[in-house]
């Protein structure tokens, strides 16, 4: 019998105001997907195609109009919002830090809030700092302020897991990041994904990172699912939109090529 998914949209539609008398703006529109457990998704798409609307439906930050929506089986709609959210990890674009906190703070603010005992959340800090390679000595009581862009990034990763979620919602999480950085803590994070058996949906406007990091892919346009499947599955989408963003890391790709020496540092 197959495992039912950890989390699945059916049908499912959000619309918004789109203000001063204009009409309603349809921003996802019917979309069915389903994500296994233990997978790695990445949903793509350009500005306004919805996918961050589609993220943001999965923990109720906002809530469909129509179509139904389970995470871990359940229906969203039965489940109070705010304990969704405490049982799935969040990782914002910039990180997202409470800017009045320290790194510690930062990242036993969920692990407080269920009511976790201070000396577990503590032992959990210094776990999560080794886990997202920070030195505990050296970063533990920092403030955002203090930290490079890469570092609040690990930070929020590491807020994110302290609860030991099983799910870990991710918007353009890399997306700010200088591009050593960026690829260095993508790798890091998707080694965390296998070690710690999470279920990963991050969406990402970078085909090649998405390529890279990612299971299956899912791409959005205009508020509709238009293909979704392994980047071999995607190669056979007859959709042209797919296949401009599937050309596209392969074009980046020759014209390095042709730039770059065949031999020496490069």
Do not use: C, W
Request: aromatic share 4%; hydrophobic share 40%; charged share 25%.
């Amino acid at each position: 019998m197959p495992t039912p998914p950890l989390i699945a949209f059916a049908h499912v539609g959000k619309s918004f105001d789109g203000g001063r008398g204009a009409a309603r703006v349809r921003a996802v529109n019917d979309v069915s997907l389903e994500v296994a457990e233990g997978e790695f998704l990445a949903i793509v798409g350009g500005s306004g195609s919805g996918k961050t609307t589609l993220l943001r439906l999965a923990n109720r930050l906002i809530d469909a109009d129509e179509g139904r929506l389970t995470v871990e089986g359940e229906d969203v709609r039965a489940l109070d919002p705010i304990q969704l959210r405490r049982r799935i990890g969040y990782v914002f674009q910039s990180g997202g830090l409470f800017p009045h906190f320290s790194v510690a703070g930062n990242i036993g603010i969920t692990p407080k809030l269920v009511g976790t005992p201070p000396n577990e959340i503590s032992a959990r800090v210094d776990e999560l700092l080794d886990l997202v390679r920070l030195d505990r000595a050296l970063y533990r009581d920092r403030f955002p302020h203090e930290l490079s862009g890469g570092q609040r990034q690990r930070v929020g990763v590491a807020r994110a897991l302290a609860a030991k979620p099983r799910i870990v919602l991710m918007d353009e999480p890399f997306g700010a990041l200088d591009p050593l950085t960026r690829d260095a803590l993508g790798d890091d994070y998707r080694e965390l994904h296998r070690q710690l058996g999470l279920t990963t949906v991050m969406i990402t406007h970078d085909m090649t990172e998405a390529l890279l990091l990612a299971d299956r892919i899912a791409v959005m346009r205009a508020g509709r699912l238009l293909a979704q499947g392994t980047p071999a599955q995607l190669s056979h989408s007859g959709d042209p939109y797919v296949g401009d963003l599937l050309r596209t890391p392969r074009r980046q790709a020759e014209r390095l090529g042709a730039l770059l020496p065949r031999d020496g540092a490069a």
